[in-house]
């Protein structure tokens, strides 16, 4: 296992993927929570089975997979569900988490949890495992903006996808939620290379948190 482990968050549209993609090029080991969450709900998995027990049969698409932007809507229109959902999801990603993470032999491991905060209310959670919390931050306007535009053909059947993102930004954790669980934040409000030389910064002090 690594030697640290840095749980990696921030809202939708913040930039988390070119933080980590940063890291994992410098040789760091990256744990990512939605690619786990992706790969226990694949086509004819035993999740995806119990899902379209408990949910129906509109949970899969006519591919034969889990049809997310559904349950999105689904989740959107009846807030409780996502307990259910997290209820069957949550001990299979956690468990393909701390199995990945006990396999890293990279002096330090990003765990990367777009929800990490909001778990931090119940225990057992995923910021339990990590040693330090890592924020992306950025001002919400850049958040939507963003998110619009990475997401256009996602959103295109929405007759408002600005007001649907401002939807899923008041479901998140609060900006200052977030600032006040971490331990570092890097703001991605401006250019690549302004973000590049802030997780230099932030690569050399793990490195040294790791040798003491």
């Given at each position: 296992m690594s030697g640290l482990i840095i749980g990696l968050?921030?809202?939708?549209?913040?930039?988390?993927?070119?933080?980590s993609d940063w890291f994992a090029m410098q040789g760091g080991d990256v744990v990512d929570a939605d690619v786990i969450a992706h790969a226990i709900t694949a086509k004819d998995s035993p999740v995806l089975d119990e899902l379209k027990d408990v949910f129906g049969d509109?949970?899969?698409?006519?591919?034969?997979?889990?049809?997310?932007?559904?349950?999105?809507?689904?989740?959107?229109?009846h807030p409780a569900a996502i307990t259910t959902l997290n209820t069957i999801t949550h001990p299979h990603i956690?468990?393909?988490?701390?199995?990945?993470?006990?396999?890293?032999?990279s002096a330090y491991c990003i765990l990367s949890v777009p929800l990490l905060v909001e778990g931090m209310a119940k225990s057992p959670n995923l910021a339990e495992l990590c040693d330090r919390i890592l924020v992306v931050d950025v001002p919400e306007s850049i958040q939507i903006d963003r998110a619009t535009k990475r997401d256009q053909i996602k959103l295109s059947h929405h007759q408002d996808p600005i007001a649907y993102v401002k939807t899923i930004i008041a479901k998140q954790a609060t900006r200052q939620q977030r600032l006040a669980a971490a331990?570092?934040?890097?703001?991605?409000?401006?250019?690549?290379d302004e973000l590049y030389v802030q997780l230099e910064r932030l690569h050399e002090g793990y490195l040294a948190m790791v040798k003491c």
């Open positions: 968050t921030g809202g939708i549209g913040s930039g988390k993927s070119a933080v509109w949970v899969i698409d006519s591919g034969g997979n889990y049809n997310r932007a559904a349950m999105r809507e689904h989740i959107l229109k956690q468990a393909q988490i701390k199995d990945a993470l006990a396999k890293s032999t331990d570092d934040v890097v703001d991605n409000g401006g250019t690549l």
